[in-house]
């Protein structure tokens, strides 16, 4: 009488797991199987009977589950029939765990509840197979499997005590599984896939323009001179600087990149010799023209040094910019990419002032993104509501600016 109790209290276990994990998604399972088994022991006439198993499964890990079960099943040997009682807990380790076809090998444990001379008994068992799955759909799977299973008792198949071999039995069973939250994939979650809001990056200003300085301009005037050689110009710093940050992945332009830092390092050779011949004789200047030539040399270096983060060299060339062309039409980008770098260099407080003078030029391409930058820096320093005028200005003054969705995204979180 005790050892069906315990069998009925494995059983009512098994229900009461089984009812929350239809609460569960994706890891728990419900399955039942039908089969046959065979006595091997001391009898020699044994034929198959049928055996019938219920079991909850739990996914561990991702190419593991944990299961826990019971059946009922008969042992036909020499003319008779022992009913058996199993409750068991086992473990299933998929060899391929994604795709239909899921082959398996199992091992575990448990209790085998049979008639003895003396009435019913309880004996431990051991056991492990291989098995194999079919996925029909996310939450029907088709299982087909076999175990051999060993006890420490000689009394299953009715033999006298001491007979020299323990009683065991091969155990094959087929049958679904149910699973109520659909079977989990398992896919790796790839962090290139994920669109990243928009405040995670927002530490560096270039974020919002990688590698690309293209502003909005409302070209009511019929454009501004030299508009379009400061865009073919920048343009063309853009995919330098690429080339540069992808070079050791380019080992068949390898060749061609070496030519274009070796003329780079020649460029700034010169340079520090034309500053070094400035800083020795102060009266002298470099020759202004008005044309793009003499400007648009110095202009790509300083551009090229604030792609590579020199930003100190780059905010020395514009200076220099500054001084020998300031009625230039690109002279306020000048002082911009001066805010810029020491934007870049965290010296917030001197990048507002710098930012400003960017403001006082009458026309310029780069106001938008001067407010866009400023209300940045009020931010840095602590200074939030200087941070809310400048973002609302540059909603009201520059509406079709590519920065206000920016704008309008801190003026709602301050």
Not at 13 to 19: D, E, F, G, K, Q
Not at 211 to 226: H, I, Q
Request: glycine letters at 10%.
């Amino acid at each position: 009488m005790k050892s069906k109790l315990t069998v009925l209290g494995l059983a009512a276990s098994l229900v009461v797991c089984a009812s929350v994990g239809f609460g569960q998604s994706g890891k728990f399972g419900v399955g039942i199987q039908g089969g046959v088994q065979k006595l091997y022991g001391d009898s020699k006439n044994v034929s198959l009977g049928p055996g019938l198993d219920g079991f909850l499964s739990y996914r561990v890990l991702k190419f593991a589950d944990l299961a826990l079960g019971f059946g009922y099943s008969k042992l036909k040997f020499d003319g008779v029939t022992n009913d058996l009682l199993t409750a068991d807990l086992k473990t299933n380790l998929e060899l391929i765990s994604k795709g239909i076809f899921r082959p398996m090998v199992s091992l575990g444990a448990g209790v085998v509840s049979y008639e003895g001379a003396s009435g019913r008994k309880l004996t431990p068992s051991f056991f492990g197979g291989g098995s194999f799955s079919f996925r029909l759909s996310p939450k029907l799977a088709w299982h087909t499997g076999a175990d051999y299973r060993f006890t420490t008792t000689d009394q299953i198949d009715g033999a006298p005590p001491g007979s020299k071999s323990k009683d065991g039995y091969l155990n094959v069973r087929t049958g679904i599984i149910f699973y109520p939250g659909g079977q989990e994939e398992g896919r790796p979650q790839i962090l290139a896939y994920q669109r990243a809001p928009l405040f995670e990056v927002e530490e560096d200003p270039d974020t919002y323009r990688p590698f690309l300085d293209e502003p909005v301009y409302d070209n009511v005037d019929g454009g501004m001179p030299g508009q379009q050689e400061a865009k073919d110009m920048e343009e063309y710093v853009k995919f330098k600087s690429r080339i540069d940050a992808l070079s050791q992945d380019m080992d068949s332009k390898e060749k061609k990149i070496i030519q274009m830092q070796n003329a780079l390092n020649e460029r700034k050779r010169t340079l520090a010799s034309m500053e070094n011949r400035a800083e020795k004789q102060p009266g002298r200047s470099l020759p202004k023209n008005s044309s793009m030539a003499g400007f648009s040399e110095i202009y790509e270096e300083a551009l090229i040094n604030y792609y590579n983060k020199n930003y100190k060299e780059a905010i020395s060339l514009l200076r220099l910019l500054l001084q020998q062309y300031s009625s230039h039409s690109l002279a306020s980008n000048c002082q911009y990419w001066i805010a810029q770098s020491m934007f870049s260099m965290n010296q917030y407080g001197d990048s507002i002032d710098e930012f400003y003078k960017v403001l006082s030029y009458q026309r310029s391409l780069k106001k938008d993104d001067s407010i866009f930058l400023l209300g940045q820096a009020y931010l840095k320093i602590g200074e939030g509501e200087r941070a809310k005028e400048s973002f609302t200005r540059l909603i009201r003054e520059y509406p079709h600016s590519e920065f206000v969705q920016g704008a309008q995204s801190y003026l709602r979180n301050l």
